[in-house]
């Protein structure tokens, strides 16, 4: 019941109590969340004092648990006549925080892409948080697909430009939004995934890229679940597409199969130039260090000649999704992103708990990332698990379904 103060107005409830209020709902229906200990990293990883296997981690290719790799990188960088690189940069990239080897880590981007340029971020949500509000304005469309990451979401409703959401991954509905644009707006922006993140399924980029140039529309394509893993170079399902060249901005991260922090942009050198002069998240914030840029651009000219790998991880998915398709489970998807759908939100949670104690690491996923009664597991594939690690997998999900 609502109280009220003397003369009829609404009491105020204390934040305090409602906030306490809310977590226990969050308990109630299992949609409570913790930060885990974790040690470690690579294949087995150390969670809450148990190994485990880690099926719950983007690093895509094992690169971040290269250990051998890491030391003999900062070894080189400590006797090298500059010696190590900063762990700090201490101002933005328009003060004195544009250490030369964001020009070198760029270049190289700019160079493999076969773009004219590219431009480095500190995290993927900086990126998609501040490209679209900078280039667009109230006199434009953004067109953005229904499960976009939450990052693409954030940056649409920071931008002044109207938007509309089409059907996840249906193109003829996009196709109906530009119809129905043509000559009522400066520009019509298409933002999509690659990969999606959640379902593990790939979009068409190739039509995509027929849209774009039927209807004089702008693409732009966030590959953070593509590049290392698609692609005879690892730069992404675009490379994998052909369609490279017919996106104007593509967006990729190196927090995920590339092993460090950061992410960037290949696009043109004059949307490069008005970024740098009117995007928010990179102007106003410190810039990376230089000895993450560093580390970046070794990983990401390392992983140009990881097709092996990627054949592996590919591989290792699709055994995986058709195993437990074969099983009955409910998974979507084609990438190495394999989501065994669950429905309520306790099969996820308690599935979850029972893989644990056979020493699996796998976490629920459960809404408001996902829609409602679709709660699911998501096991996220690496290049150095081994094909008994996925027999195992399977047997142990074999008559566990709720």
Known sequence: MSHTEPGGAPATMPIELQIGRELEALKAKQRYRVLPEVGGGGRKIEVDGRLLLNLSSNDYLGLGADRELLCSWLHEMASGEAGCPAFTSSSSRLLTGNHPFYAALESALASEYGSESALVFNSGYHANTGILPALSTRHDLILCDRLNHASIIDGIRIAEAEYKRYRHAD????????????????????????????????????????????????????????????????????????????????????????????????????????????????????????????????????????????????????????????????????????????????????????????????????????????????????????????????????????
């Open 171 to 402: 193109l003829d509905h996009l196709e109906e939004l530009l119809e129905s644009a043509m000559g009522r707006y400066r520009q019509v922006f298409i933002v999509t995934e690659s990969v999606f993140s959640m379902d593990g399924d790939l979009v068409d980029l190739q039509r995509l890229a027929q849209l774009k140039k039927r209807y004089g529309a702008m693409l732009i394509v966030d590959e953070a679940h593509g590049v290392g893993v698609f692609g005879d170079r690892g730069l992404g399902l675009a490379e994998a597409a052909g369609v490279l060249d017919d996106i104007d901005i593509l967006i990729g991260t190196f927090g995920k199969a590339f092993a460090s922090t950061g992410a960037y942009a290949v696009m043109r050198s004059l949307f490069r130039e008005y970024l740098v002069n009117t995007m928010r998240t990179l102007i106003f914030t410190t810039a990376l260090p230089p000895v993450v840029l560093g580390w970046s651009l070794l990983v990401f000219m390392k992983q140009l000649g990881m097709k092996e790998e990627r054949n592996h991880l590919l591989g290792l998915s699709a055994k995986l999704r058709g195993d437990l398709r074969s099983a009955g489970f409910d998974v979507p998807g084609e990438s190495q992103i394999v989501p065994v759908v669950l429905g309520e939100d306790r099969n996820a949670v308690s599935m979850a708990a029972a893989l644990r104690e056979e020493g699996f690491h796998v976490l629920p996923v459960r809404p408001p990332t996902v829609p409602e009664n679709s709660a699911r597991l998501r096991f996220s594939l690496r290049a150095d698990l081994l094909d008994g690690d996925i027999a195992s997998l399977v047997e142990n999900l074999k008559g566990r379904r709720p």
